[in-house]
């Protein structure tokens, strides 16, 4: 009868055990789109206050934009483009590009937000 009884209550432990992993692990996924999320909107404040001077960062035009510059939907897309070859131009701009002086976090959030607009490319 107590052999029956743990192995009751070992059962029931493995059971909660692995359900509390399963919540804690949609818990985390969940955190994580929140934190990008999160990451692309300061990333796009950014892109509002240094890039808006020369690329389109957005849906809407804010101003006068060069023609012989690429849009942040035009940089999205770029084959094999990744937040590491965003984050490494960003570093070292090549002219006419000026070195904005970013911190890496700044860096980070602002390749996040380009690659966000990665989605909407059709707009």
């Not at 996924?29 to 990333?43: F, H, N, Y």
């Amino acid at each position: 009868m107590r052999s029956n009884r743990n192995q009751c209550l070992i059962f029931t432990y493995v059971i909660l055990t692995s359900l509390g992993s399963v919540i804690w692990s949609a818990h985390g996924i969940a955190e994580t789109d929140q934190s990008t999320t999160g990451r692309a909107v300061l990333g796009g404040e950014i892109a509002k206050a240094w890039c808006t001077q020369c690329h389109l960062v957005g849906a809407e035009i804010t101003g006068t934009v060069q023609s012989d510059v690429p849009t942040f939907h035009q940089i999205a897309n770029r084959a094999g483009q990744s937040p590491d070859r965003i984050k490494n131009f960003l570093i070292d701009p090549h002219p006419p590009m000026p070195n904005l002086h970013l911190s890496r976090q700044q860096m980070s959030d602002l390749a996040t937000y380009i690659l966000s607009l990665k989605q909407q490319q059709g707009n």
